[in-house]
């Protein structure tokens, strides 16, 4: 390591990330400024951001898609979105938090609101959020929705008892209130939803991800949790919707477009942050440097790339979703579950280039662990692990090829 590297010294301040004009017009812009500040320093003390999470419920952040007349803001899906990069170039991790949330809103909004259902929705108007417990590590293949859960309900001494443990329950140390899956005894599936804070319900922070390390995402542990009669959800039957998954799939997708944002403002940071060049530098300061100018333009190049994928593949979304011909639903349904796997291989690929072009912005000082700038490559590689690209690839080549349609549940 030669002397011409300069000594680490203070983290680098937040670089300034202009949100957009729903976010604006939402009256969200300065507290995702406000998360964005200290977003860094949580992420590397593993500070979990409880306070700024219930400042977002209060501004109505879980209300975003529900219809104006039903206490919500009426947003339409690209707008989601949009506002979820937002948050995720402020922080990748809570963005990430709010992910199932905003699925069960999805799921519930295209339901008869009756039940539970409905007093769930009004829940989310007053400022709650909605989290799930799906996953556990008993089940044979991961994402099933029918899958042979060992959590069961079962009713003794005339109460209904929850019983189980799930995994990746992510955004439970968030929750209001928790929609379980499981079994009845019979085998039959179940679905309840919970206060998050009834007696018997333990969430343990025990997430040990390299990335994405404040989503929640540890263990949920239900023993012998009471059930009332009306926390059952009503039986959803046959969805007449095939690849419904692409909003979680998109939902992560644009949450990796946050982060490669993030690189490109913490890039020019960390070029004007130097106080020298190399020797063999050909300008007075790297910020006059024609190679770190081509350095910085790619991540920019990258960023825009990811942005627009990510945006495309909303807007075939948000299409299929607002179709009423069944046909003409089932054909845009099949469009945008493939736009939404293409857009997760590009920001896949661009998100890992950008995080190492980074560090070739401020030499050893950038690795820094005060600086954290590590963190960008370790969420992004983090979130493009819930689902191998190369699983989409096989899909996205053989439809192309043959015509095979890719699988219609889960991680499609």
Known sequence: MTSTLETPTNPL??????????????????????????ASDRDRDHDIPYGLVDELKQAGIGALRL?????????????????????????????????????????????????????????????????????ERTTPTSGDAQADFTTTVRKRDGQLLLRGEKFYSTGNLYADYLVVKG?????????VAIPATRVGIDRTDDWDGIGQRLTGSGSTRYVDVIVRDDEVLPEDGPSVDKYEASFAQLYLTTVIAGIVRSIVADSVEAVNARSRNYFHGQADHPSGEAVVHHTIGQISAYSFAVTSAVRAAAQALDAAVRATDPDERAELRLAAALDVSKAKVIADELAGKAGWLLFETGGASTTSQSKNLDRHWRNARTLSSHNPGSYKLRYLGAYEVNGELPPPISYF
Request: proline fraction near 9%.
């Open 67 to 135: 219809p104006v007349e039903a206490g919500g803001h009426g947003i339409s899906l690209v707008e989601l979105f949009d506002v979820v990069a937002d948050l995720a170039s402020a922080d990748p991790s809570i963005a990430h938090a709010l992910r199932n949330h905003f699925g069960f809103v999805e799921n519930a909004l295209s339901l008869p609101v009756v039940g539970i259902r409905g007093r769930l929705l009004e829940e989310t108007a007053r400022g709650k959020l909605v989290f799930g417990s799906y996953g």
């Open 183 to 191: 079994n009845w005894e019979t085998g039959k599936p179940v679905t």
């Open 13 to 38: 301040p937040p670089g300034p990330i202009d949100p957009g004009p729903v976010t604006r017009r939402l009256g969200l812009a300065e507290l995702f400024s406000k998360i964005r500040v200290g």
